[in-house]
């Protein structure tokens, strides 16, 4: 494949990437959810006063609900808001571009990977299995779901792509290692699961490739590490200093003191205990029953059933369908075949593997697995696979000869996969763009929005507003927050600084956050309420604002 093809090509993938993460990106899902819009207010606090909600002054990790989480992303969505404004395509803008680096990124990575050592590939088909990688990336469920939403993940599954990618490079060409040591170091500020996985992949490169990395210049290995160094020293003093900085990973944990896993343990051993029975205190001893927890968490992101037809919770995916094709499914098993008996170089190999087992690991020590978004460094591996597989498949099923009715097998084969390529395709467009907003707008915490709207009309008549924070509500205030673009200057002084916890009750301004008792609110005279069709009866409701689904979602009423 000649070069000026290959980058026609790369172009319009890139192009349709772009497409398809920037196409109705403020419409579809059909509402930030509570992490976007809790981001995309640091991010506008931040550009207004330097410090995020808080008060924190450039803050390297964001207290947001007490739920302390890397700030890197916040630092991404400011030009963007800067831009677009404080609204659902300023705030998403950001993850849609780092999506189409990803595509770029994934191309030019399985080119270093596959260009050396390998027997089973010609020069051109190492050229397709990157441009082929790249379009699987593109066009995945997985990777657009995360692309068209604030999640910094998947800042942090691009960020890995690139250190990796220069990595390689930097053994050619040293001074691409300091690019690589500072997307590694950057990482640690993206998401709470690279600070398990990225140490592990740059590790894993280094053992894989230490006689290159070895041969070359020591200046440029110890600026390399000197410069992921400084990079990540902000991060190490805040977790050092900061006994809440990890509250999320141990909140999360399936060691924390709050699982039912940990409950349900000591019940058995009591159980134990009081029968005496010593084969019971074995095999329900703790760190049994953790290790059991963990290899089962570690396992389930493997199986078929969540990967293309389930998925896990309906933010992490569109409805119908599971992360991946199932049209790739074959590809993948054939692809993960190839590449491990195929004559490809051992460090290929190994650096692809070990990427792809190393994936679930921050995962598989947390609840409520599997889990689409700790774990979706496994990008670009599955892809890899998939790409492997159509390959190899493609050039087995052209040697077939056989015929019917002199039509050649190879081409009915051919034309069945190519239909059920685009049934696939299709039925997922459907399901995403169009079928999505309709079926999930709960899970989206749909209706603030439309709620603040009639709340701007309505509260020069009142003299105080409620609003409920009783689940589903339960993060309401960001919500009022971030459409009302209340300054973050008067924010910083009024807003309650709680010493920990996630149960935060806020007020500013007129607006108060509370469960609301209609039996005894309805007393109170001038006061207008927003909660939950639970919390105000129908027959008092001013406003009822519905999910897309036709389900009520916010009630007003006034007194």
Request: charged share 15%; net charge positive; hydrophobic share 45%.
């Amino acid at each position: 494949m000649n070069k000026k093809l290959a980058l026609v090509l790369l172009t319009g993938i890139v192009i349709l990437a772009g497409v398809l993460r920037l196409w109705q990106l403020g419409n579809v899902p059909p509402s930030l959810d509570w992490d976007e819009v809790a981001l995309g207010y640091d991010a506008y606090s931040i550009i207004s006063t330097g410090k995020d909600e808080y008060g924190k002054f450039l803050p390297v990790v964001l207290r947001s609900f007490d739920d302390y989480k890397p700030a890197l992303y916040a630092y991404l969505a400011i030009p963007s808001v800067l831009v677009f404004g404080l609204n659902e395509f300023g705030v998403r803008f950001s993850s849609a571009v780092f999506g189409m680096i990803a595509v770029l990124a994934t191309y030019f990575l399985v080119k270093e990977l596959f260009s050396i050592g390998s027997k089973e590939l010609t020069s051109k088909t190492q050229e397709l299995l990157a441009l082929l990688s790249a379009m699987l990336i593109a066009i995945s469920p997985w990777h657009i779901q995360f692309s068209r939403v604030a999640f910094e993940a998947n800042v942090g599954a691009v960020l890995n792509i690139l250190a990796a990618l220069f990595f390689l490079k930097g053994l050619k060409r040293p001074k691409l290692l300091l690019l690589s040591a500072f997307f590694a170091g950057l990482n640690i500020y993206s998401y709470q699961s690279e600070k398990v996985f990225t140490p592990l992949l740059v590790l894993a490169l280094c053992i894989i490739y230490k006689k290159e990395l070895f041969s070359l210049s020591k200046k440029y290995i110890t600026l390399a590490i000197f410069l992921g160094l400084i990079v990540v020293s902000p991060m190490i003093f805040y977790i050092y200093y900061n006994s809440q900085a990890l509250l999320r990973v141990t909140g999360t944990s399936i060691f924390s003191y709050q699982t039912v896993l940990l409950k349900t343990n000591i019940s058995k051993i009591e159980k134990d205990s009081a029968n005496n029975d010593k084969l019971g205190l074995i095999l329900d001893n703790r760190r049994l029953v953790y290790a059991k927890a963990i290899i089962s968490g570690y396992i389930s992101h493997f199986d078929p059933n969540w990967l293309f037809v389930t998925g896990d919770i309906s933010r992490h995916h569109a409805p119908g369908m599971g992360i991946l094709y199932l049209f790739e499914f074959p590809f993948i098993l054939f692809g993960i075949y190839m590449l491990l008996f195929g004559k490809f170089d051992p460090k290929t190999k190994l650096v692809v593997f070990l990427w792809f087992l190393l994936a679930p690991l921050p995962a598989s020590i947390t609840t409520e697995v599997p889990h689409a978004v700790r774990t979706l460094n496994f990008l670009p591996t599955w892809q890899i696979f998939s790409a492997l597989g159509i390959i190899f498949a493609v050039q087995k099923i052209s040697n077939i000869k056989y015929k019917i009715s002199k039509i050649h097998i190879k081409y009915l084969i051919f034309l069945l996969c190519f239909l059920f390529f685009i049934f696939n395709f299709s039925y997922y467009l459907n399901q995403y763009f169009v079928q999505l907003n309709y079926y999930d707008s709960q899970d989206w915490q749909y209706g603030y929005k439309q709620t603040i709207d009639q709340v701007k009309a309505l509260e020069s008549k009142y003299k105080e507003v409620i609003i409920s924070d009783k689940q589903p509500m339960d993060k309401s205030y960001m919500f009022f927050l971030f459409y009302l673009k209340y300054p973050p200057s008067e924010y910083q002084k009024i807003g309650e600084k709680s010493s920990g916890g996630y149960a935060v009750h806020h007020s500013f301004g007129k607006y108060t956050f509370r469960p609301i008792d209609w039996q005894k609110d309805s007393l109170k005279k001038g006061v207008l309420y927003i909660g939950n069709p639970d919390e105000i009866p129908l027959g008092v409701s001013m406003k009822t604002i519905y999910n897309l689904n036709g389900t009520p979602a916010i009630r007003i009423a006034g007194t």
